[in-house]
């Protein structure tokens, strides 16, 4: 069955993913079943948006102070006294668990002459100023100075610190420092509706590596929002991954996924015999570890024998029997979803990467790359504390990351490759501008068309 076309659009000639669906021995969930066949028009893009500093100034102004960005784990800030630090261009951020258990956000600097409060993340009595002693409480409350004789003109009920926006979804923490903004709710849409079945919430961050990488956050952010790129990158997945018949939904501004089944062979090549799938499978993918016995059966696809060894490699540590109602497709497909602006976590029942990029500082020439990987939590254990994050060295790969592992180490160090050469081959286009695919690379459309409607006013 050839994929499906909206009007305006041609998909690939392969079995599209809602055809692998179809094959499910157990219900598919009705998340899954959305197909949105977005089309959003085949405009270039100006290389501007990357490279020149105006461009910066104006995501400085309308993005960065206007949207619901991630900051850390509930569980990093679960205890009366921790607070986190989140730096966002030339912005600081610190999220604070009151002594009544709630979150506070607060911009942070002291109001007397500007220092920052909290210079890293930790556990604080109080919001005390490094410089001359200005204190607050974890609630906001100002609390004193010494030599208050000298400060007359300070009400000391009315200089509390001014609040920012914070809420939470699925475990993560989240601030907006408009204060007219919507509500994370809101902003969010479908999301909270489709990982409910996934309860990432429920989840320990096991990993936590970042890096800084030589080129536009933006560069390095749509590397990761399509799988167009993986036949020339990545050739070592495509015995197992179905790239070309890869699906990709948008939602509203702020939502948008692909899904790229795995355990099938990509549309590129020929011949490629089940038992190849499953070999490759295991021995390249950090999703799935080899079992014991990987032959896989007569009558049985590579893809269904990679499910199977899943569930019954999930079903050791949880209570719940993965073989009994979760699909093959969320026992190893990449379900990966993206929150604007630079929030990426995947979906599924399996350990979850999750991306973000940021600006490295007000640097619009270089990024930070983070890299955190989710683990459901086994049944009875106790939680473990959440990684923190380890900044990678300037010539330290990933694939020699203890945390990542060779195999999706040696992924990003692919990716990564390219970043700095996409940066510099921008300045060399003539026309200024880039062409891009209207369905395989519509969420990078869907993302700056989002971006335009911030910088507009529009949102």
């Not at 085949?42 to 619901?68: G, I, M």
């Not at 015995?239 to 939904?249: G, V």
Request: glycine residues 6%; charged residues 25%.
């Amino acid at each position: 069955m050839s994929q499906e076309k909206n009007q305006n659009g041609a998909r690939a000639p392969g079995r599209s993913y809602q055809d692998l669906l179809d094959e499910e021995t157990n219900p598919v969930p009705d998340c899954l079943r959305e197909n949105t066949n977005p089309y959003l028009g085949s405009d270039n893009l100006s290389v501007d948006r990357y490279l020149s500093r105006e461009f910066h100034e104006l995501e400085v102004e309308h993005v960065w102070q206007r949207t619901w960005q991630a900051v850390c784990r509930e569980t990093e800030v679960s205890a009366p006294g921790d607070t986190f630090v989140y730096d966002i261009v030339r912005f600081s951020i610190l999220v604070a668990r009151t002594e009544a258990g709630t979150l506070k956000a607060y911009r942070n600097a002291c109001l007397h002459r500007g220092r920052q409060l909290v210079d890293k993340s930790g556990n604080y009595q109080q919001l005390r100023c490094p410089y001359h002693a200005f204190t607050w409480s974890l609630e906001g409350d100002f609390k004193g100075a010494p030599c208050k004789w000298d400060f007359p003109h300070v009400n000391a009920s009315e200089f509390n610190l001014p609040e920012v926006k914070v809420d939470t979804w699925g475990g993560w923490v989240f601030i907006n420092m408009d204060p007219n903004a919507v509500s994370l709710q809101e902003y969010l849409g479908v999301l909270p509706a489709h990982f409910e079945r996934w309860k990432p919430e429920n989840a320990y961050k096991m990993v936590h590596v970042e890096k800084v990488i030589p080129c536009n956050w933006k560069v390095g952010w749509e590397a990761f929002i399509e799988s167009y790129h993986a036949v020339a990158t990545h050739p070592q997945i495509l015995r197992y991954t179905d790239d070309a018949d890869s699906q990709y939904d948008v939602w509203g501004d702020h939502i948008s996924r692909f899904i790229t089944a795995l355990g099938v062979p990509s549309p590129h090549l020929q011949d490629i015999s089940e038992q190849t799938v499953a070999d490759t499978m295991f021995g390249v993918s950090a999703m799935v570890a080899r079992p014991d016995d990987a032959v896989v059966p007569e009558g049985m696809t590579a893809r269904q024998f990679i499910g199977q060894k899943n569930a019954e490699a999930f079903n050791k540590n949880h209570d719940r029997d993965l073989a009994s109602f979760a699909t093959n497709s969320e026992r190893m497909d990449s379900i990966l979803y993206s929150i604007f602006p630079n929030f990426a976590p995947w979906a599924g029942f399996h350990p979850n990467i999750t991306y973000r990029f940021r600006p490295n500082g007000d640097d619009h020439k270089t990024a930070i790359m983070e890299v955190m990987v989710l683990c459901q939590l086994a049944s009875g254990a106790e939680r473990p504390k959440d990684a923190a994050a380890r900044r990678m060295g300037e010539n330290e790969l990933f694939s020699e990351a203890p945390e990542l592992g060779v195999a999706l180490g040696s992924i990003f160090d692919q990716d990564l490759f390219n970043m700095p050469m996409i940066q510099k081959g921008m300045h060399n286009l003539q026309s200024r501008e880039m062409v891009l695919g209207n369905y395989q690379e519509v969420r990078i459309r869907h993302y700056h068309q989002t971006l335009d409607k911030y910088i507009s006013g529009e949102l």
